[in-house]
Structures are given as C-alpha cells and as structure tokens.
C-alpha cells in the first residue's frame, strides 16, 4: 500500500476540489483506467465528503423508502468496479484512521501473529477496547495479510447484504476509503438521485423545523 508520491498533484481548493460526477472522472493521477491515490486525494475525498455530509444524509434517508430492489446488486458491481480502478497497496487509508473494535478471538488471532502474547498485545495496542492505528501495518502493507480479521476483509463493506441497513457506517466509509466514495457517488448516479433531491431535501428540513417548533 504505497502512496504514489510522483503523481501530478491539483489545486485543492474547497471550490475546485467540488465534482459535478464522481470524483474519479476528475482525478489528475487517472492512468490507462486506474486512479491514482496519494495523500493529496486521501484528502479531496475528505473534504468533499464533509462539504457534502447534509446531502448525503439526505440520500441515506431517500434510499432507505426508495431504493431498488435489486440494490444490493448494484452496490456489489460497483464495488467490484472500484476495486479494479483502485490499488489498495496504494492507500492503506483504512488501516492508519479506522477505530475498530475487534473480538476477544480476533485479538488473540492477531497477537499471535505478531508473534506476541494477548497481553503484551492489549498493553502496547487496545485503548478502551479500541485498536488504533493497526499495528500490523508496516509502511502501506498488512503483516498479517492472509489471518487478517473478516472486518478488515470485507472492508467497505459494499459487497454485503442488506446495504440500506448499514448506511450509517457507509458514510463513515466514504471519507476514508477511496473506493466507498466513489462507489456511493456513482451509486447517486445510478439511481438518479439528482432528480429528486432538492424536493426530497426540501421536505426534510420542513419536517426538521416542524419537529423543533413542535
């Protein structure tokens, strides 16, 4: 997971920085079909998806009445879509921000494989049951690859089931994970959000202030 340090960089202001598509049709370090990821675009995606975060709560709250039936589907290929276009040996973003909080069995599963006792592990790693950064990521690549923990396997998660019941921790996810982002952003796309946001937000911060009078 290397940073690619001699990418082109952009501008990044705030106003320049904002797509009117999703971000990796926008990107500078975009290559033969792959995005490239550096710390500059680590943080594009963090702004943008901050800048954005009222909108995407809005979009949470619409695909929850009106997602598509199929939209596990549709999330799963975009997904593998990302998957390809981005080199994950690139970012390793996850692994450095993420808290997770992982079973009693998984940390046992990873202290050994650091080759250290469970004590020793929770003593120099576990704040308040808390792991942060990991502590099997050497430069941009996982030590413990092939006995990593099913959470850090799965991540983002776009490939599970029941994808609009866990669109809390998608929105954690695209701030930090390139492929999360730029799969929810083309998700909009997908389902034609832009047609129905400004009525659908429109309504929801009428109820909001209904709900504060009342």
């Known amino acids: 997971m290397k940073n690619s340090g001699g990418t082109k960089q952009a501008k990044t202001s705030r106003i320049a920085a904002r ?3 999703v971000l990796q049709a926008k990107n500078p370090g975009l290559e033969g079909g792959q995005i490239a990821v550096n710390a500059e675009y680590l943080e594009r995606i963090k702004v943008l998806s ?17 997602a598509p039936e199929d939209i596990d589907d549709v999330v799963k290929a975009l997904s593998q879509k990302y998957f390809a276009l981005i080199d994950c040996q ?32 929770k003593k ?13 990521l050497k430069g941009n690549l996982c030590s413990i690859y092939e006995g ?7 991540y983002p998660h ?14 954690d996810s695209i701030a930090v994970c390139p492929i999360a982002f730029n799969a ?14 400004a009525r659908w937000s429109k ?3 009428q109820i909001e202030t209904e709900g504060n009078v009342a």
């Open 50 to 66: 901050e800048e954005s975060e009222i909108e995407n709560y809005d979009f949470r709250a619409w695909l929850k009445s009106y």
């Open 90 to 121: 690139e970012c390793a973003n996850c692994c450095r921000v993420l808290e997770l909080e992982f079973t009693e069995p998984e940390l046992h599963m990873i202290a050994n494989s650091m080759e250290q006792s469970i004590d020793e592990f």
């Open 19 to 21: 797509p009117k598509a």
């Open 124 to 136: 120099r790693f576990v704040v308040q049951g808390i792991v942060k950064p990991c502590p099997a």
């Open 158 to 171: 776009f490939e599970k089931p029941h994808f609009i019941f866990r669109l809390y921790g998608v929105l």
């Open 203 to 205: 309504r929801r911060r």
């Open 148 to 154: 990593r923990p099913d959470v850090c396997r799965s």
């Open 184 to 197: 929810f952003e083309e998700l909009k796309a997908k389902v034609k959000w832009s047609q129905y946001r």
